[in-house]
């Protein structure tokens, strides 16, 4: 297993512009989570799933942000009408549920640049 | 709501020597996890080490050890011998028992000097 993988590594775009990152986890985490970390900040929660249903939304997410699982494999974070606020490192994680709490397998992200 | 304050920023240290960095957190939980996390230079994050909140024993990983203080909700990561490659932000983070997402600090930002 080659971990948890995302894709794009880097992606600029124009304010405006609609983009769309994919995670692949863990082949057997049925757990997969969404981060947005800012420069000399902390990861901060943005929803997460377990198997296809998306169980938690944080506030973060607002209705421009939607992300799905729809096989329950890998997951895509779409952003519509980027803004420049939504610069930022779009991270990925894996866990299974049932050992959620040993912690997460992070993927290197997905850094958009909005300009 | 759950929160974890990391109060510096930034530290460095001689290689070899041994460094703290502090955390602390606010919750009225009981049953509950603590981590700490590294985070190179544009690479991802790696989990260090793991402290469950009903183990009175404070986590250790090799050169890594915590000092976990549920009475004051604390929870400090202590590097012993210092290496170059331990340079990195890192990050504490808090997650309740219910398992359902972890909640991170701001990050200390360590660079370990020759």
């Known amino acids: 297993d080659t971990g948890v993988s995302q894709d794009p590594r880097h992606k600029i775009t124009k304010r405006g512009q609609n983009v769309t990152f994919r995670c692949d986890p863990i082949?057997?985490?049925?757990?997969l989570y969404w981060y947005r970390q800012t420069l000399g900040q902390g990861p901060e929660f943005l929803t997460y799933?377990?198997?296809?249903?998306?169980?938690?939304k944080s506030r973060l997410l607002s209705d421009r942000f939607s992300a799905e699982r729809p096989k329950g494999s890998f997951s895509t974070l779409e952003i519509q009408r980027t803004e420049q606020g939504d610069s930022a490192m779009y991270l990925c994680?894996?866990?299974?549920?049932?050992?959620?709490?040993?912690?997460?397998?992070f993927g290197s992200g997905t850094r958009l640049t909005v300009v | 709501a759950q929160t974890v304050t990391q109060s510096q920023p930034e530290m460095s240290v001689q290689e070899a020597e041994t460094v703290t960095l502090s955390c602390t957190y606010d919750?009225?939980?009981?049953?509950?996890?603590l981590f700490w996390y590294k985070q190179p230079p544009s690479r991802q994050m790696i989990l260090v080490i793991r402290?469950?909140?009903?183990?009175?024993q404070n986590a250790t990983e090799n050169r890594f050890s915590v000092n976990f203080q549920k009475a004051a909700k604390s929870f400090s990561l202590k590097i012993s011998d210092s290496q170059l490659g331990d340079t990195a932000m890192y990050f504490c983070?808090?997650?309740?028992?219910?398992?359902?997402?972890?909640?991170f600090g701001a990050g200390t930002r360590l660079t370990v000097k020759p």
């Open positions: 919750t009225s939980e009981s049953n509950y996890y």
């Open positions: 082949s057997e985490h049925n757990r």
């Open positions: 994680a894996s866990s299974s549920w049932d050992r959620a709490n040993y912690g997460y397998t």
């Open positions: 402290q469950e909140a009903y183990k009175q």
């Open positions: 799933f377990q198997n296809e249903a998306q169980l938690e």
């Open positions: 983070a808090f997650m309740m028992g219910n398992n359902n997402d972890m909640r």
